[in-house]
RNA sequence: GGAGAGGUGGCUGAGUGGCUGAAAGCGCUCCCCUGCUAAGGGAGUUUAUUUGGAAACAAGUAACGAGGGUUCGAAUCCCUCCCUCUCCGCCA
């Protein structure tokens, strides 16, 4: 959510911004300050009105304890219509609030200016790549290799639970948990508090994360306790801190967090969602960071960094994008994709997407921070995958294959493994 | 799940209808005094929001777990929900 107040400062800049990222209409922004001129005339009102019955108020109870109950009646009286009139300015004010939020909320962050414009992911800019992607032919994607070893069962997982929440099976399972470790620790080394989360969260978590309204088919709910399972760890993770306010010299914080994501991904469908693809449940380790506003930039720039590093580090070769106005998201102000290549399946795909949200999900959560003495000021969170285990996985099965389809293990997690092979 | 107790400011903790946005203590900030690794004195110290103001700031309004109700007036009375603690039950 923007502040209200940033609007009306910046009217034409987030109006420009909406049809960057590619909303069809933006006289959302001029209904939302038309709301607020409606709301901050009706509240005026309001508050005179009830500072005049404040006063009676106490005048009553003045004369109440000097015994004069005669003149005490007579403006008890008058303010009986007093009483009616907040009554119904209230009741508006709730209203006009309650429209006035909810334009507020369909209303998306601004592109950053660094940030390519253009409507669709053709319009992304490659930031960068790293190593040769591999282009043997006799290279099997990772489906196949896991049916010839048994590794993933995905008909039993169908049989359990429905498709797209397979079994992992014994080197694969172990590959993942070696996965999770390595990654855990390397950010730990690099200054990230280590955080298990609930994997449940109640609906103003999902608020405050911008899940809710904007993409709630996205989540599975438990409806007898109105819990949503979570889509990723960045919502308890980033609502750790909600509704709080942080000491300046605590930021920047940051936190890695392990934890399943459930998203029902409704409407995906091809060969995108081949093996390990695209699936229902599936592990990341998380990055997120509460940091203050004037460096999220930089922070932004050094968690895409880390994330980068794991990739090296595996040997796998992997293009950075910077996502154009058009394909980042809703909440996003700025963001990197980490795509690794699919040697198996000549391919792009997606492991780790870092964003900045600057104060957009701050805001929903009251998330801020003391500055100097008195003020306190909105932080800036960012997040950052680091990574998503299922690609990964399919990506080292593929590039890690000898041709007699042995698969070795890469150099750093053997400490976890260990041995060669898989 | 059953029975009971309770949720007040950064913390401890008072407050059962008006003079309480909230005593007192602790903590913290600033100032003064003091020649010593201490003590004393004074002032300040919640958040959001509206109006005015360039700003400092001033005035108003709201908030004592959340929401609703009673009342001229609610931290204080009533209802619903959430949470915490104690005992019992169940259990990794």
Redo the contacts with the bound molecule.
Sequence with gaps: MLD??FIRDNQEQVENGMLAKGEKENSIVADVLAKDEEW??I??K???I??E??????K???L??QGKKEE?QT??AE??SL?EEIKNLDEQV?AIQEERENLLYKIPNVPHSSVPVGSNESDNKVFSTWGEPNIEVWRKPHWEIVERYGWVDFERGVKVTGAGFPFYIGPVAQLQRALINYFINEAGKAGYTELQAPYFVNEASARGTGQIPDKEDMMYVVPRDEFFAIPTAEVPVTNFHRDE?VAEQDLPIKYVCYTPCWRREAGSYGKDVRGLNRLHQFDKVELVKIVKPETSYDELESLREHAEKLLQALKLPYRTLLMCTGDMGFTQSKKYDLEVWSPGQQRWLEVSSCSNFESFQARRMQL?Y?KE??N?EMVHTLNGSALALPRVVSAILEAYQEENVKIRVPEVLKPFIGRDYL
């Design positions: 209200i107040n901050r005339a509240v005026h309001a508050d005179n009830r500072s019955s404040n006063a009676k108020a106490k009553i109870g003045a109440m304890g005490a403006i008890i303010t009986s009483k709730k306010i801020r003391r003495e008195k306190t």
